[in-house]
Every structure is written in C-alpha cells, then in structure tokens.
C-alpha cells in the first residue's frame, strides 16, 4: 500500500524545473523524507548526481549511463520527456525477517522519462539513495556496458575487499585504503564501505536478476568505476585444478549481457550515513527487493544446524570409528535431536563422488540415515557441487526430495556473470518446487533474490570461521567490520560456534582441529549479532557435549528476528545491538582486540519483570580465552547494565518476559 503527497521541496523543484526546462543544464534536486540527506540529479551531455548529509558534500558525482548495441545509449546527450515526483510510504514483512518482521518503508521517487524509451528513477530513503534503469525496449539486444563513475572527496577511506579476479567466492579481508594505498585498476567485489569523514557510504546492488553482478575499481584520485564479468561464451573444466569444480572461463563475450523485451535493471544502492548503526539497521536491499513468487511459505523454516566439515566429523568418546559413515552421521541427528537443532547438513563426501552425485557414499546408507532423521524430527540438507547439479537441475532435485532431504547447499559457483547469475535463480525457483531450501556457499553476496526466492536462507561470501583451518584471518577486527560491510547486503553463512577459543599469542591454524581468535563469549555474540536465517553450529558435537551449559545457551537463540536495535556501534572496532523475538529480547556485544565497557540503559524493554541469563567474559579470559561466568538475574525496563568485554570478547545475553 502507497500513499502520495506534495512535499514542500517538490513545489520549488517544479519551479526550477519549468525556469530551467530551455536551458543546456538541468537540476533535480531530491531529498530524504527527514530531510538530511539531498541529492541533485544532473543532466546535461551526460547524467550525474551528487549527495549531501546536513549539507555537507558526501559523494562529489556520479555519472550514470549504459550503453547497448546498434549505437544505443542511455544517459549520452540525454533528452527529458517528464519528471514525476512522489512519496510513498509502505509497510513490508518479509518471508524470512532477518532484522524486522515489518519493515516501514518511507522514501521519495523521482522518475525521469527520457526520450529513447527509457527512463531513470531514483529512490531518497532517510539511509540511503539508489537508482536504476528501465528500458522499454521490446527488442532482444546486449548490454555492452554500465557505466557507473563515483567520486569521493580526497580525504575518503575505505573498507576495501579487495578481489584479484571476478571468478571468486567474494571472501574477502576488508582492507584499510584510502586514495594513497591505491593502484589504479585494483578492484573489489560489494558491498564496499568509505568513510567521507562527514559520514559513511556503503555500496551494493538490489534487485539483481539475469544480470551481472557489479565490482568496483579503481581509477584515480578517489574515483572508482563500475565493472561487470563479461557474458560467458564456453566455460572449460580447469583440469589441472579440482576440475570438479574449477572453471576455466575459455570464451567471453564483448559484452556483459544478454536481454529482450522491456526490463529494470538492478537498483545501484548507496547507503549514506554519519552514525555506523545504521549500516547494521539499515533495510535497504530488502525495501529495493522484488515480492516472494512462492505461494505458501510455511515450509521455508529457518533453524540452526549441525554442521560437519568444520570439525572435520572428529567425533570421539564412542565405540565406531568415525568419518563419512552412517554411525558418525546418526550421532549428528542425536545430538540435533536432543537439542532441539532443527537440521543437518552432510558436507562434501556424502555422494559417491564430487561428480556422481544422483548416488550416495556407500559407506553412507542414506535412505536410513533420512528415515532415521525424519523419527528425531531433525531435517537433512545435502551439499552438492553446482557444476555437476547445474547440469542436470531437474532430475537431481527431484530425486533429492523423493528421498526426504529438506535442503541443499550448493557450493563453488564462483561466478558473478549473467549466466551464474540466472543459474541461482533457477536452482531456487526449482528447488521451491520440491520445498528444498538452498544455502549458496562459494557464492556472492545476496542482492534481493532471496526476498523473491525466499527458500534462498542463506548466503555465504563472507570470510568466515571455515578460515580457521588454514589462516589467522578470522580475528576480531575482522569480525567487528563484516556486520557493517558485508551483513549489510543481508544474511551470511559466517558458521560461528567454535568451542575451542585462543588468543593470538596462542592460536595456530589445524586444519582437523580448528580453533578460533577471540573469547568464547566472542563466538556466542554472533549468535546475535550475525544475521543468518540458517545459522550453524560448527563445532563438534562430541565437544560440545562437554560444553552443555553453553549449547543450551546457543540453541534458545532464534535465527530470525521481529524488531533490531543497534545501541552502540563503531565500524572494525565494537558493537552493542538488541534483538526482539516475541516479547523477548537478545542482547550482545562483541568487542575486537580492545578491552572496553559499556553501560546500556534497558529503555527498549516493556513494563514487567524479566529474567535475564548472560554469558561474559571470565576475570582470566584475556589470558584464558574459553573462560566465562553465567549469570541470571531479574531486569526490568530502564535498568542499566554495566558490560565489561577483555581484548576479543563478548557479551550475550537472553531476557526472557517472566511467566513466558
């Protein structure tokens, strides 16, 4: 539901826009419905905008355009046909709510039609602006490129994750750069964040359908330009590297995609701001997202997940010997069962090979394993290899179903190009028909298909805990600038749970026997802070037997969420953030390698006494990382909380309504 009115700005914009209609260069300018930020479309030779925050210039210029074959293109010498002007205000509730189950969406438009058959829009929301094209052409043609040139003011930073090529799983380091640390042509994949020291930019995509996914590079000064995989003509096995899975892209178009008939093109998404909450907060992609094609939903159920190749299936303390065996994977239904875990994936090595995949391990009798699943309420999800599942779509899921799976998680796209694109869409549409839920592992970020396919729960393209067996990387500053940079475009497949927890001093990367950076109440934060509708559990569940009090914590988390507060936040360094489900309430922290204390007023809870059960660090977590007190308590609205957190800590707690 939409309703339209005339805002003051409007009137003057129609004046300007009727003294100026004659002359070479035209204005438009759009603001915010608060009123903070402005934005002031340019239309001249070309098309440009530009963007303040409190009047203070935030992005010096965009120039927008894209040009299609048989010499056409939009945004060259550009000529106004009309400009409409509205506000809309909406409310939205999500499939799967991973920040809001309603969500208001306020914001004014400004379309302008253009001679040609095209038109550009623009959307100004209280966090950000986005824009897009829409061409009405009815014609089959290709996209030759996009153009998209945003130029910051010089004293910009950057949260760059940077990319050595666009055949990638988008897991990235978000590296500190500012126009001095940059070599022209260097390129990172989205979203990406710059720090205008007047306020935040955060970059990304919406809407992204049957078309390329953006990078962004490097040109000069703190320019940085759009760029687009080009269309994939032949993809070749790289046989001398995992051909199971790795690709040699042998053939590629002059171009970057395919079309036909009248189309919009994906929203370019800027999210503006002076305060880092809002990056977290900020609903943006969701409000830019198409509506779910899925009728009847109520089998897309998020949960949380045993998950097996992080641990490497070490189970111990038992009378089988453990591996890719049906013994090994019972004991992960019985320990999902018995904690009220909702699923369980059987990783790589379940099939009877990478590539045989309509089989299963015969070490695996997969038929009992489900059936046995099935009797302790526990769901299977199945990974598989996109390669080898994209090649015979149909009849793989299907099959999948007959046998009883709920899921999969496809792994090892790689791809941002038009036809991987499509690929996802497709894999989600059919999998919707056999209600399977799809995890995208080695895969980009998400960009609004999962509104559409809301079957989609999750996303990886995170650098995320799975790091742990090979590298330090996954250490706490880190993890305090992913939820202001990658969750930003929407839920990811982190994996958090680690139980064996180290600092720096005495971490070393094992691949069987992985540890995490960080304290133990570091790893249980995520549960909160990290928006995953499918969140898992990584570690093993022969240690976290050992571990009760703490899975019993884990395992009373939701993994979607009615309403998000963040209360203190600052992007690589800490944040404090509430979360609603029901009448109850989250509430964590997580801190990187700086000790620090918070004191939060509880002015978000209801009337009515509360009981709260918290995990904080231990007196001796800045020298023993696993340590922790729990502690319960009774709250009620407005009372303060003192939270203290040692170098890489955290601090979670559950507030639960009493009588609940």
């Given at each position: 539901?939409?309703?339209?009115?005339?805002?003051?700005?409007?009137?003057?914009?129609?004046?300007?826009?009727?003294?100026?209609?004659?002359?070479?260069?035209?204005?438009?300018?759009?603001?915010?419905?608060?009123?903070?930020?402005?934005?002031?479309?340019?239309?001249?030779?070309?098309?440009?905008?530009?963007?303040?925050l409190d009047g203070q210039e935030i992005i010096n210029q965009v120039e927008v355009g894209m040009t299609l074959d048989q010499n056409r293109i939009l945004g060259v010498n550009p000529k106004l046909r009309s400009v409409d002007t509205k506000f809309h205000e909406m409310q939205i509730k999500p499939v799967v709510p991973n920040k809001d189950a309603v969500i208001t969406s306020r914001y004014n438009e400004m379309t302008l039609e253009m001679a040609g058959n095209y038109s550009l829009v623009f959307r100004a929301f209280d966090d950000g602006i986005a824009y897009r094209f829409i061409d009405g052409s009815k014609k089959s043609r290709v996209v030759e490129t996009e153009k998209m040139l945003v130029s910051f003011p010089g004293n910009t930073m950057s949260y760059f994750p940077q990319e050595e090529s666009m055949y990638s799983h988008n897991e990235r380091i978000y590296l500190k750069k500012t126009g001095a640390d940059f070599k022209k042509g260097e390129?990172?994949?989205?979203?990406?964040?710059?720090?205008?020291?007047?306020?935040?930019?955060?970059?990304?995509?919406?809407?992204?359908?049957?078309?390329p996914g953006m990078f962004l590079k490097f040109e000069k000064d703190m320019d940085f330009e759009a760029m687009f995989p080009k269309f994939v003509l032949e993809a070749i096995p790289d046989v001398n590297n995992s051909p199971d899975r790795n690709q040699i892209l042998s053939k590629e178009a002059e171009y970057i995609a395919e079309v036909s008939g009248s189309r919009a093109y994906p929203w370019r998404v800027f999210m503006i701001s002076d305060d880092d909450r809002t990056f977290i907060e900020s609903n943006l992609v969701t409000q830019l997202s198409g509506q779910s094609k899925i009728e009847g939903t109520s089998w897309i159920r998020p949960g949380m997940v045993a998950w097996d190749w992080y641990n490497a299936n070490n189970i111990y303390g038992v009378d089988f010997e453990a591996g890719l065996n049906t013994e090994t994977y019972k004991y992960y239904v019985d320990f999902a069962s018995e904690n009220g875990i909702e699923y369980v994936i059987l990783d790589e090595g379940w099939t009877k090979s990478t590539t045989e995949i309509l089989d299963w391990n015969p070490e695996i009798d997969l038929p009992e394993l489900i059936e046995y699943s099935k009797e302790k309420n526990v769901g299977i999800i199945l990974w598989v290899l996109w390669k080898p599942l994209n090649e015979n779509l149909e009849e793989i899921l299907k099959l999948y179903s007959s046998w009883g799976a709920v899921g999969i998680k496809v792994d090892f796209m790689q791809r941002n190009d038009?036809?991987?694109?499509?690929?996802?869409?497709?894999i989600a549409e059919t999998a919707s028909?056999?209600?399977?839920?799809?995890?995208?592992?080695?895969?980009?970020?998400?960009?609004?298909?999962?509104r559409v396919w809301p079957n989609i729960i999750n996303y990886e393209g995170v650098k995320g805990n799975e790091n742990n067996k090979w590298s330090a990387d996954i250490n706490p500053e880190h993890n305090l600038t992913i939820p202001f940079t990658r969750m930003a475009a929407g839920p990811m497949d982190f994996t958090p749970g680690a139980m064996v927890n180290k600092h720096s001093k005495n971490f070393s990367a094992n691949f069987f026997r992985p540890m995490s950076l960080g304290t133990r109440c570091h790893q249980l934060a995520m549960y909160v802070v990290y928006e995953a509708p499918l969140q898992m559990l990584c570690e093993s569940p022969s240690r976290y037997r050992q571990e009760q009090e703490t899975v019993d914590f884990i395992t009373s988390i939701p993994t979607t969420w009615d309403e998000t507060r963040v209360i203190e936040a600052a992007v690589s360094d800490y944040v404090v953030i509430a979360r609603r489900k029901g009448e109850n309430w989250f509430l964590a922290a997580m801190t990187d390698d700086a000790p620090r204390e918070f004191d939060i007023r509880l002015d978000f809870l209801s009337e009515g006494p509360y009981e709260m059960e918290s995990f904080k660090d231990g007196v001796n977590a800045k020298n023993y990382a696993e340590d922790y007190k729990r502690e319960m308590i009774e709250v009620k609205k407005n009372d303060s909380l003192h939270m203290t957190l040692t170098g890489g800590g955290g601090w979670i707690a559950q507030i639960r309504k009493e009588n609940n």
């Open positions: 539901m939409s309703r339209f009115v005339i805002r003051p700005f409007v009137l003057l914009f129609f004046i300007s826009f009727l003294s100026n209609f004659n002359s070479y260069a035209q204005n438009y300018p759009l603001e915010s419905p608060n009123g903070r930020l402005s934005f002031l479309v340019m239309i001249d030779k070309e098309i440009k905008w530009s963007a303040s390129f990172c994949s989205l979203p990406v964040l710059f720090d205008a020291g007047s306020g935040k930019v955060l970059i990304t995509e919406a809407s992204l359908h049957d078309y038009q036809t991987m694109v499509k690929s996802y869409e497709e028909k056999y209600e399977l839920l799809v995890d995208f592992h080695g895969a980009f970020k998400p960009a609004g298909m999962e």
